[in-house]
């Protein structure tokens, strides 16, 4: 039993490392030229040419836009419920 | 009239999901173009003995510039070495004696590459010997940019049937003194010297066919003819002979022969000239000062030996850029048994950080969970299997275990870290993310700025898609890439701007 509880507080310890750690890794995540995502939309870039691309990324920038907006609106509904006295101060159209 | 409206929205993003998808599935299809383009120049030597070749070549002192050039001077060492001719006179004569000795080395080690790969390999005299002098033959000291034009089909049987487009002196490959072409076996026999009029003796030379006589050349010179095959302008292959009529003259053709042209590989030879036109195919390097055309160059690691490291699980674009100090350096890392860089330990980035840290830990707990439910089973199996007495003695000892363990490994802990503590440490994460949403959110705004980049796609597949790219339809003088772009812009266009009317509307 004691062997049980100590595997049991190891856990703990590991998890309790791994959160202080957590945002120090979160923080080292860079969106350089290196970033794969950057070289996959470097990649489709030399694919569709500019002008496709250029298409493609304000069709992505608009959507992002549009869920952005979506979730600011749903956050200030949210805290316009749970504070009623905030109702008002902003208009979301 | 809600219900038209909602299925008329429903159906305007399902055309628009389609057109996205369509640009995707083209963007497949251009690769799958691509790799049907690169068929023509499928090449006989690949893998480990590539790389082997490769390797040889820039200790003879050669640096390429890209994996391409170094690919394909690769394979033209091996074409010149396995068919005996590089087509020119001099050299093959400077180097008849060696080259079959060459090969059989080149053949024994490519026999047992699977064993070699990931380690050094032993350069053999010979080897080395006619490496040296296919570089000092063709490359000079400083940037050499030399075309050969050498392609292959491939058969059926899956044979590489190296041609050049036409017999241009430069270009076209000698295959050497015997070849089988079309099922038939030729060969060209010497017979003695004849005196032909006005000119006086000459040297008879019989073309055979399986053993029989088929065709005769006399020249001045004691020089076997050579055969090569080259394309004509009906795109079908076509055997021809050239010898050595004088000290300044090339004779060249033969007609007295069964095989005539091969049929069948139209198809690749229209492919492989279009894109002969389009991409630099060359083998280009740059020659090392005091290395090339340096007869008495040669090079030891430190067992003494000549040896070359081929890199394990590696790729031709390991040798962009390296020269002959940088691969002997290493060379010598790899037989002292040190970690090679660049192939042996490569930095990670952070994403395979993260990921490597978490499935460690994911094992790591794993491992905890499956110790701990060994354990309890163990004890519950020990539990069941003792007597009451000593259940009663086995739980007072365990009682006085757990107190020990607890009094003992938590209380620095509980001192250590407080409830507000853990507060701060969610909130810490909390802002962390925020941080990465806001780094996200401005990396999205910069995403249009990001520059073309192929690296990802090989150089077969980056040329195949220019030489899609540059294809135009005659009549209309309008690339098909410049057409399928202008139409997928419109029709994003259109897509784009409905969708913001229809939310400007909504809203």
């Known amino acids: ?93 | 009239m809600v219900k038209a409206v909602n299925e008329s929205r429903l159906l305007k993003i399902i055309v628009s999901v389609i057109l996205c998808l369509t640009v995707t599935a083209f963007s497949i299809m251009i690769k799958c173009v691509e790799v049907y383009a690169a068929i023509p120049l499928a090449l006989p030597l690949v893998g480990a003995g590539l790389m082997l070749v490769a390797g040889i070549l820039v200790m003879a002192g050669l640096t390429f510039e890209s994996q391409n050039q170094a690919t394909i001077a690769a394979n033209q060492w091996y074409i010149d070495l396995k068919y005996s001719h590089p087509g020119k006179w001099g050299f093959n004569r400077l180097i008849n004696e060696e080259k079959e000795l060459a090969l059989e080395d080149f053949e024994n080690i490519e026999e047992n590459i699977e064993e070699i790969n990931g380690s050094v390999v032993e350069v053999t005299d010979n080897l080395w010997n006619y490496s040296k002098k296919w570089v000092s033959h063709y490359y000079d000291e400083g940037q050499n940019n030399i075309n050969r034009d050498v392609y292959t089909v491939v058969d059926e049987e899956g044979n590489h049937i190296p041609y050049c487009f036409n017999h241009n002196f430069d270009d076209r490959v000698l295959l050497g003194e015997t070849i089988e072409w079309m099922g038939n076996q030729y060969e060209w026999v010497y017979n003695g010297q004849v005196s032909v009029p006005h000119v006086g003796k000459m040297h008879l030379y019989l073309l055979m066919e399986n053993g029989q006589n088929v065709g005769q050349v006399t020249t001045l010179i004691e020089e076997k003819p050579q055969f090569y095959i080259y394309a004509t302008n009906e795109d079908k292959l076509r055997l021809g002979a050239e010898y050595q009529r004088t000290e300044n003259t090339i004779g060249r053709g033969i007609t007295n022969y069964a095989g005539g042209v091969l049929s069948g590989y139209e198809e690749q030879i229209q492919l492989a000239r279009a894109i002969s036109e389009e991409m630099e195919y060359n083998i280009a390097a740059t020659g090392k000062a005091g290395v090339i055309d340096n007869q008495d160059w040669d090079y030891e690691t430190v067992d003494g030996k000549r040896s070359v490291y081929v890199p394990k699980n590696g790729t031709m674009e390991y040798y962009e850029g390296l020269t002959y100090g940088e691969l002997l350096t290493i060379t010598d890392m790899a037989i002292a048994g040190e970690p090679v860089p660049g192939v042996d330990e490569e930095e990670k980035t952070w994403w395979e950080q993260l990921v490597g840290g978490v499935s460690a830990k994911v094992e790591e707990g794993a491992q905890l969970l499956v110790g701990t439910l060994a354990d309890l089973k163990a004890w519950l199996e020990g539990t069941y299997q003792n007597v009451i007495g000593s259940i009663r003695e086995g739980t007072a000892t365990i009682a006085e275990e757990i107190r020990a363990q607890e009094v003992e490994d938590i209380d620095p802990k509980i001192r250590q870290f407080g409830v507000f503590d853990i507060f701060i440490l969610f909130l810490e994460v909390l802002l962390a993310c925020i941080r990465l949403i806001i780094r996200a959110c401005v990396y999205l705004a910069k995403i249009v700025t990001i520059p073309p980049d192929g690296t990802l796609l090989n150089d077969d597949a980056q040329s195949g898609l220019d030489f899609f790219k540059n294809q135009i339809i005659p009549v209309i003088n309008i690339s098909v890439w410049d057409m399928f772009s202008g139409l997928m812009s419109l029709i994003i266009s259109l897509a784009v701007v409905k969708r913001v009317r229809r939310v400007a509307e909504s809203g």
């Open chain 1, 1 to 93: 039993m004691g062997n049980v509880l100590n595997k049991v507080r190891e856990a703990i310890e590991a998890l309790t490392d791994q959160l202080i750690l957590l945002p120090d890794r979160i923080d080292s995540i860079t969106f350089d030229d290196n970033f794969v995502v950057t070289k996959f939309l470097g990649l489709i870039h030399y694919i569709l040419g500019t002008p496709l691309y250029t298409l493609f990324c304000l069709f992505l920038l608009i959507g992002a836009g549009f869920i952005l907006y979506n979730i600011a609106k749903k956050i200030i509904n949210i805290i316009g419920i749970i504070i009623p006295k905030i109702k008002g101060m902003f208009i979301i159209p």
